[in-house]
Nanobody, 120 residues
Framework: QVQLVESGGGLVQPGGSLRLSCAASGSIFSINAMGWYRQAPGKQRELVAR??????NYADSVRGRFTISRDNAKNTVFLQMNSLKPEDTAVYYC???????????????WGQGTQVTVSS
């Protein structure tokens, strides 16, 4: 079926940068939106950034520091994270809304998550 595979997480010092990647593969007819969510320990999963036909949107906490981009030919979404802060520490999940055929309705798909730790 459909798989979202993330890469690029890790440990970084405050002020540093990381770039996350997520590639969607499988039986994909079209992708309506791709984005990133994160979940810190003891907190709810929250939207970080999202890219769709309507444009891009960011959480207030990351606007100006994070940039989302897509390579539509490769069904891939990226998240460039700069000026990282300890409060950015979380598991980051790739998310896609896509169609697997020209019939039916778009469905949500999630990656397995990648850990981002910002610490000195």
């Amino acid at each position: 079926q459909v798989q979202l595979v993330e890469s690029g997480g890790g440990l970084v010092q405050p002020g540093g940068s990381l770039r996350l990647s997520c590639a969607a593969s499988g039986s994909i007819f079209s992708i309506n939106a791709m984005g990133w969510y994160r979940q810190a320990p003891g907190k709810q999963r929250e939207l970080v950034a999202r890219s769709s036909g309507g444009g891009t949107n960011y959480a207030d906490s990351v606007r100006g520091r994070f940039t989302i981009s897509r390579d539509n030919a490769k069904n891939t979404v990226f998240l460039q994270m700069n000026s990282l802060k300890p409060e950015d520490t979380a598991v980051y999940y790739c998310h896609a809304v896509l169609l697997i055929s020209d019939m039916g309705y778009p469905s949500d798909y999630w990656g397995q998550g990648t850990q981002v730790t910002v610490s000195s």
